[in-house]
């Protein structure tokens, strides 16, 4: 699970006044803590009016026995205590899981008036990082774009009828100890167009960032192959060890993700910036078609509210809308999620070829989630705050109506781009990757399942090997399935509409 900032200084004890109504929080967590970016907030937890205390670590119940509380933390607070040191958990998220570990209702008030100004993202940069430092220096992230630049080029050299692809690519970089690479990258701005199938050899989603999301888990199945390698020394490659307290595997503690995208994806992503949101909050735009869920239907955009939820027609949620269900769930996807915890997203970059201000991408991943959701989500699932960054494009945007349904896909250590037509959902006669004479594209469904079966030997698990279809196997991936319910519940329940369910049906296939 990509990270947060903070850690602790020692074990949580709890500090207690001679006769208080609240219990004060552990002095690393005792804090301002900023929801986004922008709403400084402090935290209070409360403690129910049927609890009191008479001394340093007696806590006393009416009607019950006396309990005393050991000053020593138990198990699951130290592994608390842990993950937070690590940054696999934010600061609000910490708060919430300290009060759901002592059986405390936690209060978040706003201590400041939120700042929805239009300025440049570039202009207003997070504290702890700016593409252009107050100094003139040059920040890290804004190489990052000629190194992308690099890479494209050097796919396409041999096939430079796909350079115009491009315009809408979008990647995942690793960054390691000050070390950027870029493992995964895809292009695309279509979905299929054609009847659901069950065999799950077709795409059904091609727009840049879901293809690069679906690159991204290729190296990630590779990497927890290396992490189960019999030769120790292919194991420590591997970007993933053991989280505390669990038996699932979770990023090392100096690897984050960030996302690069050349445009702004389709949806909400893309609201104007002559919009101005109300200074205290946005419920009173919730109703409003830019802040709803929206659907993307060969290559077009529509209202969530304009489709069934469930729905026979292939469709897919937008893209911005795919982007805020990762920073709930994560971006392993339900198979992986038996083996690991949750990854996201730490940094989006955004290429500012004609992209000038970044509030719509800021609504869609912070705004439109608060605290609210934080709180019902099981451990190890937390809403994520990405830092956003307006950066130079590391490719021009370009037209070429000739190659509009393509999408490439390539992730690191691929010899060569594959090139899928999006609204066939197969890959292209003339691809330089071609798995096979049905066209099947790596990315597809079948394509996870036969990895997640290989992994699974791999690991040892013998239990994942016997689910017997694809569907089975997402379902049965619980926690996962648990917050991504919430996440669609909180949605709708708060008017943003509802999240369109594929037919089961496309996902009853074995191999």
Known sequence: MASSNGCFEGAAMLAFDPAPEEILAPDVLRHSISKDLSEPVTARLNLPRSMRFSEPGLMKNPGADTTTFSALPSQEELDFIERYKQGVINSVSALHMFAKIHHLELELKETSVADFSCAPA???????????????????????????????????????????????????????????????????????????????????????IVTARRSLLRYLYRHLLLFYNKNPAKAERSIFCTAPGSKLLTLKQNITLSLYMNQLPKGTAQLKSEVHLGPQSISAYEASEELSLHVALEGRIYLAACCPPKTVRVSSMSAGDKLTKWEVVGLQGALLSHFIEPVYISNILVGNGICKDTKGLDITIKQRLDDELISKLPVPYLVNRSHVYLVKAALPIQTDLNQWSLSLNWTLSDASLEVVDGLSGKTTESSPFRSGSCLASRLCKAAMFSRFRMLAREAGWGDLLQFATYHEAKMKSHLYQEAKSLLQSYLEQHTYGSWIVKSPHIEQFSD
């Open 122 to 208: 570039e202009l207003r940069p997070p504290a702890n990082s700016a593409c252009v430092s107050r100094t003139g220096v040059e920040h890290p992230y804004q190489k990052l774009s000629q190194t992308l630049e690099e890479v494209f080029n050097r796919l396409t050299s041999q096939h430079p009828e796909y350079h115009s692809c491009g315009s809408s690519l979008a990647a995942f970089i690793i960054e390691k100890g000050g070390q950027h690479e870029v493992v995964a990258l895809g292009t695309g701005e279509c979905n299929y167009s054609r009847s659901f199938e069950s065999c799950g050899r077709l795409l059904h989603d091609s727009h840049a």
